[in-house]
């Protein structure tokens, strides 16, 4: 053989042995950077098993809504995009809190822009409206206020979505909305839940001509789960908005007959009232604590600031050492409740009425100040921490639902008819039911305590103006990116159950599953009482108790859904305590 030859069979033979080589290599190495692969991961010591999702997610407090807003995602929508059409789902499918005729807060962040903005589309008081509307012989008259038509402020949902939707979202409000009122026209299946509020709520539900009709059978009987509920008022309504956009809502034909029939029945809100309603988009209140950013909503909601307080107040705790839901760790939590609840009485209400320090309610140094005081020994008495006054109630009746998608964007929406469908009242002829949200504004007439402060002014009710809320969507970001999506329903308890969870995230390592399903409290400082659910131990309780503090138990608190986005992955919880909702990863 010739030297070319044989150089050239040996070239040969070097080129495959490098060959050979490669592939042994790249088959039992790991892959290159580029092809890296991170599966999905989470500790099985929390108990609880999140579910996981690739392409986006979303977290929804009722089934059907939740999987229109997964299909939104399928179908290419952004996370604003899938929210707008869980909100109008849900008007449909989860009358009891579900809306277009209430009002809520929404918190979205864009990720190619990095842009966060909170949107208010909370409910507005009618132009006639004044601080005493509902008090009769120097007394507040429930009826007005909770169950009759003067309860209903303008609605903001309808504007609110459209809103969200044009700046933030890529489908039009006819895309959105097209599933919703494919729900009303041609009904959808009741589920339990549905079946057991609307048996629970007949005797107010009833009472209403409209509402009666609607929601049970000529007969007057109950519909069963799996029977089919069309709402065709509703379809109605939502046809003239998909067809005709928001000016059908707040200056068209729904407008007319819900102001017309508010006519007819001693309401209060005019077409001059709808016509005047405004959407605001504000700064969302920031707070950081141990290396993560918290962006959460700003008045008129009190939910953000208060949540924020207590987060700075405890920051320099070391929490974790001390145990979670321990005896230590609880008294600290209730004690920073008792402080956030006594300012809140005080300050929150609408800012466009009332001058609200939220700057010095979430400024550090005066968490260190309020921190200092409290007493590691014992229980402190609420009227230590400011005088007593009246607070409002507010119904636990409000939904919440969490979005991403695989962009990056983020989406947290609380929203309401306050009561359990309203003021059990439907508008005639829409297939709306209203709100009775103005029950939320501080009703006695205000005067000056001791010190000069005028209780219940910040929020009294004055001609359009938006009444507090303890409302509190939220997204916690970690290294500029979001991290945890989450919010709940709950009234009052709102602002101590998205606490929990977020300090159940960020303080104890939970997996989003495990933070959704822990025992919760609930402390508001007046009555001088703590609320708890059952699964905080007997021995806990009874160090607490020797401290001075009062415990009852009653009711569930919240009903979370939240998303972790980690590593790529999605990780979801629908809160255990209510059936029928869903949590739908996105692959």
């Given at each position: 053989?010739?030297?070319?030859?044989?150089?050239?069979?040996?070239?040969?033979?070097?080129?495959?042995?490098?060959?050979?080589?490669?592939?042994?290599?790249?088959?039992?190495?790991?892959?290159?950077?580029?092809?890296?692969?991170?599966?999905?991961?989470?500790?099985?010591?929390?108990?609880?098993?999140?579910?996981?999702?690739?392409?986006?997610?979303?977290?929804?407090?009722?089934?059907?809504?939740?999987?229109?807003?997964?299909?939104?995602?399928?179908?290419?929508?952004?996370?604003?995009?899938?929210?707008?059409?869980?909100?109008?789902?849900?008007?449909?499918?989860?009358?009891?809190?579900?809306?277009?005729?209430?009002?809520?807060?929404?918190?979205?962040?864009?990720?190619?822009?990095?842009?966060?903005?909170?949107?208010?589309?909370?409910?507005?008081?009618?132009?006639?409206?004044?601080?005493?509307?509902?008090?009769?012989?120097?007394?507040?008259?429930?009826?007005?206020?909770?169950?009759?038509?003067?309860?209903?402020?303008?609605?903001?949902?309808?504007?609110?979505?459209?809103?969200?939707?044009?700046?933030?979202?890529?489908?039009?409000?006819?895309?959105?909305?097209?599933?919703?009122?494919?729900?009303?026209?041609?009904?959808?299946?009741?589920?339990?839940?549905?079946?057991?509020?609307?048996?629970?709520?007949?005797?107010?539900?009833?009472?209403?001509?409209?509402?009666?009709?609607?929601?049970?059978?000529?007969?007057?009987?109950?519909?069963?789960?799996?029977?089919?509920?069309?709402?065709?008022?509703?379809?109605?309504?939502?046809?003239?908005?998909?067809?005709?956009?928001?000016?059908?809502?707040?200056?068209?034909?729904?407008?007319?007959?819900?102001?017309?029939?508010?006519?007819?029945?001693?309401?209060?809100?005019?077409?001059?009232?709808?016509?005047?309603?405004?959407?605001?988009?504000?700064?969302?209140?920031?707070?950081?604590?141990?290396?993560y950013s918290i962006a959460t909503i700003p008045p008129p909601s009190s939910g953000g600031m208060h949540m924020v307080q207590m987060m700075n107040m405890l920051e320099n705790d070391d929490l974790k050492s001390q145990g979670h839901n321990s005896a230590a760790t609880l008294h600290l939590y209730i004690e920073a409740m008792r402080q956030a609840y006594a300012d809140r009485s005080l300050y929150a209400?609408?800012?466009?009425?009332?001058?609200?320090?939220?700057?010095?309610?979430?400024?550090?140094?005066?968490?260190?100040?309020?921190?200092?005081?409290?007493?590691?020994?014992?229980?402190r008495e609420s009227s230590e921490v400011a005088p007593t006054k009246n607070l409002a109630y507010e119904s636990p009746e409000t939904t919440h639902y969490s979005v991403m998608d695989k962009w990056g964007n983020a989406v947290s929406n609380t929203y309401t008819l306050n009561?359990?469908?309203?003021?059990?009242?439907?508008?005639?002829?829409?297939?709306?039911?209203?709100?009775?949200?103005?029950?939320?504004?501080?009703?006695?007439?205000?005067?000056?305590?001791?010190?000069?402060?005028?209780?219940?002014?910040?929020?009294?009710?004055?001609?359009?103006?938006?009444?507090?809320?303890?409302?509190?969507?939220?997204?916690?970001?970690?290294?500029?990116?979001?991290?945890?999506?989450?919010?709940?329903?709950?009234?009052?308890?709102?602002?101590?159950?998205?606490?929990?969870?977020?300090?159940?995230?960020?303080?104890?390592?939970?997996?989003?599953?495990?933070?959704?399903?822990?025992?919760?409290?609930?402390?508001?400082?007046?009555?001088?009482?703590?609320?708890?659910?059952?699964?905080?131990?007997?021995?806990?309780?009874?160090?607490?108790?020797?401290?001075?503090?009062?415990?009852?138990?009653?009711?569930?608190?919240?009903?979370?859904?939240?998303?972790?986005?980690?590593?790529?992955?999605?990780?979801?919880?629908?809160?255990?305590?209510?059936?029928?909702?869903?949590?739908?990863?996105?692959?």
């Amino acid at each position: 053989m010739g030297d070319d030859k044989k150089g050239e069979t040996m070239s040969k033979i070097y080129k495959l042995l490098i060959v050979t080589v490669h592939v042994i290599v790249f088959t039992f190495l790991p892959a290159r950077a580029q092809d890296e692969y991170t599966p999905p991961s989470y500790s099985s010591r929390d108990g609880f098993v999140p579910i996981v999702g690739k392409n986006g997610m979303v977290s929804v407090r009722e089934s059907i809504a939740a999987k229109v807003g997964a299909e939104i995602l399928e179908q290419g929508g952004n996370a604003v995009d899938s929210a707008a059409a869980i909100g109008f789902a849900l008007a449909v499918t989860y009358p009891s809190a579900g809306n277009i005729g209430g009002g809520g807060f929404m918190v979205v962040h864009m990720a190619e822009s990095g842009e966060t903005v909170a949107i208010d589309y909370r409910e507005m008081s009618a132009g006639s409206a004044r601080h005493d509307l509902y008090v009769v012989d120097d007394k507040v008259d429930n009826r007005l206020a909770k169950y009759s038509r003067q309860s209903s402020g303008v609605p903001g949902t309808v504007m609110g979505m459209a809103l969200a939707i044009e700046k933030y979202g890529t489908m039009t409000l006819q895309e959105v909305m097209a599933p919703a009122y494919k729900l009303a026209a041609e009904g959808f299946p009741v589920y339990t839940h549905l079946e057991v509020s609307l048996a629970r709520s007949k005797e107010r539900l009833g009472a209403d001509p409209a509402a009666s009709k609607v929601f049970y059978k000529a007969d007057g009987s109950n519909y069963r789960t799996g029977e089919i509920l069309k709402q065709e008022d509703l379809a109605w309504s939502l046809k003239q908005i998909m067809d005709n956009g928001v000016d059908a809502f707040y200056k068209g034909e729904v407008a007319e007959r819900i102001t017309d029939d508010m006519a007819a029945n001693d309401g209060l809100l005019t077409m001059e009232d709808f016509a005047a309603y405004k959407v605001y988009e504000r700064e969302p209140v920031w707070g950081t604590y141990k290396g993560y950013s918290i962006a959460t909503i700003p008045p008129p909601s009190s939910g953000g600031m208060h949540m924020v307080q207590m987060m700075n107040m405890l920051e320099n705790d070391d929490l974790k050492s001390q145990g979670h839901n321990s005896a230590a760790t609880l008294h600290l939590y209730i004690e920073a409740m008792r402080q956030a609840y006594a300012d809140r009485s005080l300050y929150a209400g609408d800012p466009a009425f009332f001058d609200i320090p939220v700057d010095k309610i979430i400024d550090k140094d005066y968490a260190a100040e309020i921190r200092a005081r409290i007493p590691m020994d014992r229980a402190r008495e609420s009227s230590e921490v400011a005088p007593t006054k009246n607070l409002a109630y507010e119904s636990p009746e409000t939904t919440h639902y969490s979005v991403m998608d695989k962009w990056g964007n983020a989406v947290s929406n609380t929203y309401t008819l306050n009561f359990g469908f309203g003021n059990g009242i439907m508008a005639a002829n829409t297939g709306i039911l209203l709100n009775n949200e103005l029950d939320d504004f501080d009703h006695e007439p205000y005067k000056p305590d001791a010190n000069g402060n005028i209780s219940g002014k910040a929020n009294a009710q004055e001609p359009h103006k938006r009444p507090r809320s303890s409302m509190t969507p939220t997204i916690v970001f970690k290294d500029d990116k979001p991290f945890l999506i989450t919010g709940s329903p709950g009234g009052g308890t709102i602002i101590n159950t998205v606490f929990q969870t977020v300090m159940n995230v960020v303080e104890f390592d939970m997996n989003v599953a495990a933070a959704s399903s822990k025992p919760r409290i609930n402390h508001q400082w007046m009555p001088d009482l703590t609320s708890m659910e059952n699964g905080i131990s007997q021995d806990t309780l009874n160090i607490l108790e020797d401290m001075g503090h009062k415990f009852r138990t009653g009711r569930t608190l919240g009903s979370t859904n939240s998303i972790i986005w980690r590593d790529g992955w999605f990780y979801g919880a629908h809160d255990p305590r209510n059936m029928n909702a869903a949590t739908i990863g996105i692959n």
